[in-house]
């Protein structure tokens, strides 16, 4: 479904060597190998600048890479991806909603977004502006538009950081369920230890750029591999 070999990205370089402020900052990903071959909820982790978002946007195909191959049997318009401040467009809830059932030629879409509306909550807001909601409602309306519309590879970046704990329980039901009756692919870069243990299978495990370490969920955060270690001591302590 995924297959990633000998990825390599370079940001923050200027390409001419002549900019040493630009060389130090640059930074560097390469992975040689991830491959996810069925559907399932799999985690990202890693310490902030490993490298996490750069692949989920290679994957997603916001960034092109310099090298390397990435394979996966899906569409472009069969992904999506939801970062910790997502775009919401000027315009209604119900709109913001219905958009990727609109461009995607669904017609009898106003039951359904009444429905999801409802789901989180948000059915009396349907005709306010979308952008005067608040940090946790924008990330549950972005959340219920990546799903909606029943994508084969949903990407999370942080996307779930400003939920509150009954917002995050519900989603977190809902992915479940959702996951029962028709399995999709998850990718979920988190720094919330208990968002993974509750929602992922499978973790990846980054470091300096790099893919260093991957397994079931419990045994990678059992794993003895020093950045694995290091990594869950900085974050328990924080």
Not at 55 to 67: M, S, V
Not at 128 to 134: C, H, Q
Request: aromatic share 6%; with cysteine; proline share 3%.
């Amino acid at each position: 479904m995924l297959s990633i070999s000998a990825l390599a990205k370079t940001l923050g370089k200027n390409g001419k060597g002549g900019n040493a402020q630009a060389e130090q900052n640059s930074f560097a990903l390469y992975i040689d190998e991830l491959r996810i071959d069925s559907p399932g909820v799999y985690g990202l982790m890693g310490a902030n600048g490993c490298g996490k978002s750069t692949t989920t946007k290679l994957i997603a195909g916001i960034f092109e890479p310099d090298g390397g191959k990435i394979e996966t049997d899906l569409d472009r318009r069969d992904i999506t991806m939801v970062t910790q401040k997502p775009y919401i467009m000027d315009d209604t809830v119900f709109n913001n909603l219905a958009y990727p059932l609109r461009v995607r030629g669904v017609r009898d879409y106003h039951a359904l977004c009444d429905q999801w509306l409802e789901k989180i909550n948000l059915s009396g807001r349907k005709h306010m502006r979308a952008r005067g909601l608040s940090g946790g409602e924008k990330q549950k309306l972005s959340l219920l538009r990546a799903m909606i519309f029943k994508p084969r590879l949903i990407i999370l970046d942080e996307a779930m950081t400003d939920l509150d704990l009954d917002s995050l329980d519900m989603f977190i039901r809902m992915i479940g369920e959702s996951q029962a009756r028709d399995p999709v692919t998850w990718i979920i870069i988190s720094h919330q230890l208990t968002q993974i243990r509750r929602l992922c299978q499978y973790v990846f495990f980054m470091a300096g750029g790099r893919l260093v370490a991957e397994g079931p969920t419990e045994e990678l955060l059992r794993s003895e591999h020093p950045d694995v270690r290091r990594y869950l001591r900085h974050e328990i302590v924080e």
